[in-house]
């Protein structure tokens, strides 16, 4: 099992429409989760960060499932500006004190007029 | 103001001709990491500093080296570039003793080689 598995992509949806994408993880010692955006040739920027059962942010709303070792993406009212790929990132399984994170592929979200 | 800085943007570079990227910082983070991200892929990981400690990723190839002179600078030397190693190459910074982890990230410097 890879240590982060994505949703595949591409997400096509209409402006306005409700979308969510799951990223499940392999490490269940993991205590923080991220979800990074990045735009088209652009560096991955932090979106939301979860360090417990979840966070929302406007909006957007991260949950994460401990119990499935999964985590969620749910973006409401979907805008055209959302368009990107949305990158879910978890510490490795080996991860000692430097907190490294590891990236899933990321699931790109096109939303259209 | 940009707190991770990288230089180049962008970078042209021959085939086999030695090339380093640089990063720099003003977050004062005590970790730094580059990964290499290629077309629709996620950023691998090639290795990181823990303040001057160098952590090298299993799968990273000799080809790739770096150097942490000091808490603010990192660079990225590519010995000998292939055509393979063309990619959007990524520096971070993430401080290890506060609550939260998360990394951020330069603008990235795109290496194209010819």
């Known amino acids: 099992r890879k240590e982060v598995e994505q949703d595949p992509g591409p997400f096509n949806v209409p402006e306005g429409a409700t979308v969510a994408f799951n990223c499940t993880y392999s490490?269940?010692?993991?205590?923080?989760f991220f979800w990074y955006r990045q735009d088209c040739r652009k560096e991955p920027k932090l979106l939301m960060s979860?360090?417990?059962s979840g966070n929302e942010d406007g909006r957007f709303t991260a949950q994460l499932n401990r119990a499935s070792q999964y985590i969620s993406l749910l973006i409401r009212d979907s805008k055209l500006s959302d368009s990107a790929t949305y990158l879910c990132?978890?510490?490795?399984?080996?991860?000692?004190?430097?907190?490294?994170?590891?990236f899933g592929t990321g699931t790109l979200l096109a939303v259209q007029p | 103001d940009a707190m991770v800085i990288q230089n180049p943007r962008y970078q042209v570079t021959q085939f086999g001709k030695p090339v380093t990227l640089s990063c720099s910082q003003t977050?004062?983070?005590?970790?730094m990491y580059w990964y290499q991200q290629k077309s629709s892929q996620a950023p691998k990981l090639l290795f990181h500093?823990?303040?001057?400690?160098?952590?090298n990723e299993a799968d990273t190839p000799d080809n790739f080296q770096s150097r942490r002179p000091n808490t603010s600078f990192c660079f990225l030397d590519i010995r000998s570039p292939g055509l393979g190693d063309a990619a959007m190459y990524l520096c971070?910074?993430?401080?290890?003793?506060?609550?939260?982890?998360?990394?951020?990230f330069g603008q990235g410097t795109r290496l194209t080689v010819v």
């Open positions: 979860v360090y417990s």
């Open positions: 500093y823990y303040d001057k400690d160098f952590n």
């Open positions: 490490n269940s010692a993991s205590q923080s």
């Open positions: 971070a910074t993430s401080r290890v003793d506060s609550a939260s982890t998360e990394a951020f």
């Open positions: 990132a978890v510490p490795p399984l080996y991860g000692g004190a430097t907190n490294k994170l590891i």
């Open positions: 977050l004062n983070h005590n970790v």
